[in-house]
């Protein structure tokens, strides 16, 4: 069975800088980050393969950068320039029945519990 931890996630002024992550107790092929805010439906912010090959949303496109360590079974979410609509809760995804990019929260399996972002003007 899988099992993923979030942390990294707090309270920041708008420009500022986080970074997520999240460990699993076994190797996954394919991983994301989704995120809620309150009132709104769920969605992908980021996907990443095995290989390292990555997919963004459009709205977080050359700020966020999704990475992973296949050997300490980790995926990292450093998000730069945030601003008050980054504000959710981000969950860490994973999957292990195949490998490709992926920001439909239908292809993941296994979820963490979430961690707090906060962004203020």
């Known amino acids: 069975e899988v099992q993923l931890v979030e942390s990294g996630g707090g309270s920041v002024q708008a420009g500022g800088s986080l970074r997520l992550s999240c460990v699993g107790n076994?190797?996954?092929?394919?991983m994301g980050w989704f995120r809620q805010a309150p009132g709104k439906v769920r969605e992908g912010v980021a996907a990443?393969?095995?290989?390292?090959?990555?997919k963004y949303a459009d709205s977080v496109k050359g700020r966020f950068t999704i990475s992973r360590d296949n050997v300490k079974k980790e995926l990292y979410l450093q998000m730069d320039n945030l601003n008050p609509d980054d504000t959710g809760m981000y969950y860490c995804?994973?999957?292990?029945?195949?490998?490709?990019?992926?920001?439909?929260?239908?292809?993941?399996?296994?979820w963490g519990q979430g961690t707090q972002v906060t962004v203020s003007s």
């Open positions: 076994r190797y996954t092929a394919s």
């Open positions: 990443i393969a095995r290989d390292g090959n990555s």
């Open positions: 995804a994973a999957d292990w029945r195949w490998s490709g990019l992926f920001l439909e929260d239908s292809r993941y399996e296994f």
